[in-house]
C-alpha cells in the first residue's frame, strides 16, 4: 500500500505564502503522478497541481502564476509551493498520488490532509 504523509502550512496570511511536501512511503516500486488537491469549506476537492513522474505539470487555472508543485523521485516526495494566497477560511489540502507497490499499481491514493488557514 502507498502511504502519504503531508507536511507544512500553518496559518498564512491574506498575500503570504504556503508549502507543503508530501512523502510516500511502503512497498514502492515506482510512483506515477502526484498532485495537490484542495478542499474549500463547504465545497468539493478540487485539483490545485499535479505531475508526472517525468516532471510534466499540470496547474488549475486559480493558482497559475503563483504556484510551483516539484517532485524528487529519488524519495518518492512532492512539494506545492503557492504565493499570494487569497483571504479564506480553512482550507484543507491533501497530497494524491498513483503508483506501484508489490501487490500491483494502486490509484488514488490520499494523504490525510493539512488544514491551511488563510486570515490576517
Known amino acids: 500500500q502507498v502511504q502519504l504523509v503531508e507536511s507544512g502550512g500553518g496559518l498564512v496570511q491574506p498575500g503570504g505564502s504556503l508549502r507543503l511536501s508530501c512523502a510516500a512511503s511502503?512497498?514502492?516500486?515506482?510512483?506515477?503522478?502526484m498532485g495537490w488537491y484542495r478542499r474549500a469549506p463547504g465545497q468539493q476537492r478540487v485539483l490545485v497541481a499535479a505531475i508526472t513522474s517525468g516532471g510534466s505539470t499540470n496547474y488549475a487555472d486559480f493558482v497559475k502564476g503563483r504556484c510551483t508543485i516539484s517532485r524528487d523521485n529519488s524519495k518518492n516526495t512532492v512539494t506545492l509551493q503557492m504565493n499570494s494566497l487569497k483571504p479564506a477560511g480553512t482550507d484543507v489540502y491533501f497530497c494524491n498520488a498513483d503508483g506501484r507497490t508489490r501487490l500491483g499499481p494502486e490509484y488514488g491514493n490520499w494523504g490525510q490532509g493539512r488544514q491551511i488557514p488563510v486570515s490576517s
Open positions: 511502503g512497498s514502492i516500486s515506482s510512483i506515477y503522478a
